[in-house]
């Protein structure tokens, strides 16, 4: 009885787990490659500019990474993607 309790648990908290560690700064090559939109040429891209220093922001990544703009910006976050912790959110037109 107290497995089933830890396993259902567990069960719970994993895709709570695995959702939290989708950011830009954390993401292996693997799993930048697992998202729409990103193959070899610019996960290798974000991981050279990550090198460099952890991104500030979306509008950060965006200036540092050519190919990345604001829909795929915005696809991704909506897919729990975030940057230094933050989902993007649309930049005004100032």
């Known amino acids: 009885m107290l497995l089933r309790r830890a396993l259902l648990v567990l069960a719970l908290l994993l895709p709570v787990a695995a ?3 989708n950011d ?3 993401a ?3 799993e930048l490659e697992q998202l729409k939109g990103i193959g070899p040429a610019l996960s290798q ?3 050279d500019e990550r090198q460099k220093g952890g ?3 979306w509008r950060d990544l965006m200036a540092r990474v050519s190919g990345i703009g604001p829909r795929l910006a915005q696809r991704w976050s909506q ?3 975030t940057v ?3 989902p993007y959110a649309a930049l005004s037109s100032r």
């Open 19 to 21: 959702h939290a560690d």
């Open 24 to 26: 830009f700064n954390r």
């Open 28 to 30: 292996s090559q693997a």
């Open 45 to 47: 891209a974000i991981l």
């Open 55 to 57: 991104f500030a922001d």
């Open 79 to 81: 897919q729990g993607w």
């Open 84 to 86: 230094a912790g933050q």
